[in-house]
């Protein structure tokens, strides 16, 4: 029999905050982290935005030694998941069994930056000057493995690298285990700090990158004239707990994770099919992990990268899984204020979902002017919007077509978490 897995912690580091608490106050309100990048390397790119994060300073997690041998993703995996481990109150070893707790972190592109900086020294200065503890620093699987050590947790360990798709399948494969009774408790997410030479030349390259120079023009999920994405840093961290496991020791729980659902398209390497029909189907089967129907869900907090060919396909795949019911849903793209935290982005989205389910409020889409003509459904324009919510949904579709639907619910059974309930503006 199917464990029920419930999420008991919540940490994250975004462009808009430092933690959880910050991020979403500064999501309800439309805030935007993105900025213009001033650094000289980037005069030749095409993309002059990134979203950024601002006053984060690794020292409040680790020493001296320690920050210099780890690289900007897993610093931000750390301090995530750190704040949600102490949000959970769990303490490995103490309430909870190291062997029966995992650790399960994804990343796109891992230490890119230490990869790139490594390069560099290779070539410009010979093999010699390359740190021992380069290869510990850039390899993807690297923040599960820190923290794991950190933590003393010594279950079910992984790393999930499918692009932008990394943290919500790395929260889907910890859900799994937890179900199945493999773990009593996983931590889980994603991780990324990409904003380089190589990394944002990689994606202007693609073209997938905006190339407007005001902020405020950069992000503009389903607007008409959208024209790409900005690229962002972050790390979110959920902790997933057996429901058992939680009641046992009298834990206050954010929500029920009720439903994953993930499949791969075989299709193209960047594009999706026109008709959506891989993302209707990530869906459904979402919905039928979840045992509910379409018309159960109230808000999705969709994929919505500001691209010409996503929003649209993702506007398509909606309407075919809910039919009418897809204009009462309220559907909003944080992406529109943290940019696109790429392997990050589905674990942060998932954050911010589970606080919208508890709070009743749905986040804005920002930057949203125009309306394109097929794309006529509510994406939440600029405005937060109080709904009663109780069953959502959150959407991460990656390049390479690797596909991932996370379904989130209340549970009047359960012992809600009254500090995570912050009241609008």
């Not at 006053?55 to 780890?70: H, I, N, S, Y």
């Not at 503009?220 to 979110?236: C, L, Q, S, T």
């Amino acid at each position: 029999m199917k464990k029920r897995v419930v999420i008991t912690g919540m940490g994250c580091v975004t462009p808009i905050g430092l933690d959880k608490e910050s991020t979403w106050h500064n999501a309800i309100k439309g805030v935007s982290g993105i900025r213009q990048v001033s650094n000289e390397w980037m005069e030749d790119l095409p993309v002059k935005l990134a979203a950024e994060i601002t006053g984060f300073d690794p020292l409040q997690e680790m020493d001296v030694k320690e920050a210099r041998r780890t690289d900007r993703f897993i610093q931000l995996a750390i301090a995530a998941a750190d704040e949600a481990l102490r949000d959970s109150g769990l303490i490995v070893g103490h309430n909870v069994d190291p062997m029966r707790t995992g650790v399960w972190i994804g990343s796109g592109v891992g230490g890119i930056m230490t990869f790139e900086s490594g390069m560099l020294d290779v070539l410009q200065k010979g093999f010699g000057r390359v740190s021992p503890f380069a290869l510990s620093m850039f390899l993807p699987n690297m923040a599960a493995s820190r923290i794991s050590i950190r933590l003393g947790a010594r279950g079910l360990t992984g790393c999930t690298v499918t692009a932008c798709a990394s943290g919500s399948q790395s929260i889907g494969g910890a859900f799994r285990a937890v179900q199945r009774g493999e773990a009593d408790v996983m931590i889980a997410g994603g991780t990324e700090a990409p904003i380089c030479k190589i990394g944002l030349a990689s994606f202007a390259a693609m073209r997938a990158l905006s190339v407007q120079t005001d902020p405020w023009q950069g992000s503009r999920p389903f607007d008409k004239n959208r024209d790409g994405f900005v690229i962002g840093e972050g790390a979110g961290i959920l902790v997933l707990e057996s429901l058992d496991h939680a009641q046992a020791r009298g834990a206050e729980i954010y929500a029920e994770l009720l439903g994953y659902g993930s499949c791969g398209e075989g299709f193209h390497i960047s594009a999706p099919r026109s008709d959506g029909s891989d993302w209707t189907r990530a869906m459904n089967l979402a919905l039928e992990d979840a045992t509910i129907d379409p018309e159960k869900i109230q808000y999705i907090n969709a994929h919505g990268t500001s691209t010409i060919l996503n929003d649209l396909t993702e506007t398509r795949a909606i309407k075919a899984v809910f039919g009418s019911h897809a204009y009462n849903v309220s559907i909003s793209s944080t992406k529109s204020m943290t940019g696109h935290l790429l392997g990050a982005s589905g674990a942060v989205e998932a954050v911010l979902s589970i606080l919208a389910l508890r709070n009743d409020i749905v986040p804005p889409t920002i930057n949203y002017v125009e309306r394109d003509e097929e794309m006529d459904l509510d994406y939440t324009p600029n405005s937060f919007k109080r709904r009663k919510l109780e069953t959502v949904m959150s959407n991460t579709f990656a390049f390479g077509g690797h596909n991932a639907v996370l379904i989130f619910g209340k549970n009047q059974h359960l012992i809600p978490r009254s500090d995570c309930l912050y009241d609008a503006p």
